[in-house]
């Protein structure tokens, strides 16, 4: 039976779909009172509605994960609200993808500005907080690429490689004062990261994995409570992708084979600028 979270508060950031809907749904189900947070407003109540029908509780709020005092705002306002902080999901994220040769300084920043700095901001703001009370879970979404470098989506694996190591980095330091920390490094979930997702110079049916198995979202949303109830240190899933993992570790040129092909099937359809 999953761990009861009754009288816990949460922040939940892209809550307004895809892991962050389905971690905002579950977190209240659970019996948590959840924030669920977004860039896209209406996203965020909608959720947040979905799950007062339902007889929990949550409150939606507008923020943008690149502004630093937006979430700041957002994790001093709910923590002032309900007199303590839980659980901090730093889990808005965006893709920009395509040839390295393609991709502009800009789209870069534009892809570190919410992937890393939004989960600095939002672990930054929420630490003091948590360490002052003595307890608390940051749990940040990294990916896959945050283990497995993912060719032709080298500002998306950069950030989530920042993510991975930072997280492991702090998760050693809050040992000591009662945060804990995890790290989130799912496979292909299906949630609307792709539909959102710009291909530069590439097709846009190239956006979408094919011939992979998606996880669902309120799976996903399991797989990671369950993981943070655990303590543990990075939450890997589904279980192809942890075999990847140590496939990718133990016999690297396997894996880099596999790789090199899949860049240059996507290098004969790419779009000359």
Same mark, same amino acid.
């Given at each position: ?11 939940v950031t892209g809550g307004g779909s895809g ?166 490094? *799912?496979?292909?979930?299906?949630t609307r990261i792709f539909e959102h997702s710009?291909?530069?110079?590439? *097709?846009?049916?190239?956006?979408? *994995? ?62 000359? *600028?």
């Open positions: 039976m999953a761990d009861s979270l009754d009288g816990k508060v949460a922040i892991i962050g809907e389905a971690l905002s749904v579950e977190l209240a189900r659970r019996g948590a009172r959840v924030t669920v947070a977004d860039i896209r407003k209406d996203d965020a109540e909608r959720v947040a509605a979905l799950i007062a029908a339902s007889g929990g509780k949550a409150h939606a709020q507008t923020v943008d994960v690149a502004v630093e005092e937006d979430v700041r705002g957002l994790v001093e306002e709910t923590a002032a609200a309900h007199g303590r902080l839980d659980y901090v999901f730093n889990n808005a994220g965006i893709a920009i993808g395509g040839d390295a040769r393609d991709l502009t300084l800009d789209q870069w920043r534009q892809v570190l500005d919410v992937n890393l700095y939004g989960v600095l901001y939002g672990t930054f703001a929420a630490y003091p907080i948590m360490v002052k009370q003595g307890y608390g879970s940051i749990v940040n979404t990294a990916s896959a690429a945050g283990l497995i470098p993912l060719p032709m989506d080298g500002a998306y694996t950069t950030a989530k490689h920042a993510v991975v190591g930072f997280s492991r980095a702090l998760r050693l330091e809050a040992a000591g004062l009662g945060v804990h920390v995890s790290v989130i490094c *799912p496979g292909w979930v299906r710009v291909a530069v110079n590439l *097709p846009d049916e190239l956006k979408t *994995p094919r011939r992979v198995t998606m996880v669902e979202p309120d799976r996903a949303a399991r797989e990671i409570l369950d993981g943070v109830a655990r303590n543990r240190e990075v939450i890997i899933f589904p279980a192809m992708i942890r075999r990847l993992w140590r496939l990718h570790f133990f016999v690297p040129g396997l894996v880099y084979r596999r790789m090199l092909h899949g860049i240059s099937e996507a290098r004969k359809q790419r779009i000359e *600028p």
